[in-house]
């Protein structure tokens, strides 16, 4: 089996951070799975702009990535010569960030994105993030550290004279292993 090989994404996603809506949607059209009840997501600058509503949208979201079952790689186990441009990667490791103020301040600067980075083998993995898709305030500031984060991101350019792959990233938030609210779910019963 090569160390690349595809397997089917088991979100390991606690809190969802980020949530690529428009990229999300596309994928969920391209497997036939129907979206209702979004009419609002045209009408906000961001996803916080929701309230009380963002509950029922992380939930829609976070069962979509778990009924479609994406088939994926994993940066940790890819061997980054044999990448391919829109493979679906899946991620749960420590990141970088970088120009991670707009993501607070809720402004979007394309030649100065704010993104989360890392170093596999040879390789930096870039992932660009739209304050857009940002899901709180809460989320901002944590996709403004170098900690850990778990999704689903689209390869979408690869460098290899530079060594650099950009990625979209559809699906950012705490490893479940690390999420509190995860946690306390099995003391509430």
């Not at 980020?18 to 979004?38: D, K």
């Not at 509503?53 to 010569?81: C, H, M, N, Q, Y």
Request: glycine share 6%; charged share 25%.
């Amino acid at each position: 089996m090569s160390k690349s090989s595809q397997g089917e994404w088991k979100n390991n996603v606690g809190q969802p951070f980020y949530i690529n809506i428009p990229r999300l949607s596309m994928l969920a059209a391209e497997l036939n799975y129907p979206l209702n009840g979004f009419d609002k997501i045209g009408q906000i600058s961001r996803l916080s702009d929701l309230g009380i509503e963002l509950g029922a949208v992380l939930l829609a979201f976070k069962d979509i990535v778990e009924i479609i079952k994406p088939k994926t790689l994993s940066f940790s186990k890819l061997r980054f010569d044999e990448i391919k441009h829109y493979s679906l990667i899946e991620f749960s490791d420590r990141f970088n960030s970088k120009n991670s103020r707009q993501l607070r301040e809720g402004t979007y600067n394309f030649d100065n994105a704010p993104h989360l980075w890392k170093i596999y083998d040879d390789y930096k993995v870039i992932m660009n993030l739209n304050p857009r898709w940002v899901t709180t305030d809460t989320a901002s500031s944590s996709l403004s550290r170098n900690t850990e984060f778990a999704g689903l991101c689209l390869v979408k350019q690869i460098d290899k004279e530079q060594k650099i792959v950009y990625a979209t990233p559809l699906f950012i938030g705490i490893p479940r292993n690390l999420d509190p609210f995860v946690t306390f779910q099995g003391h509430l019963s």
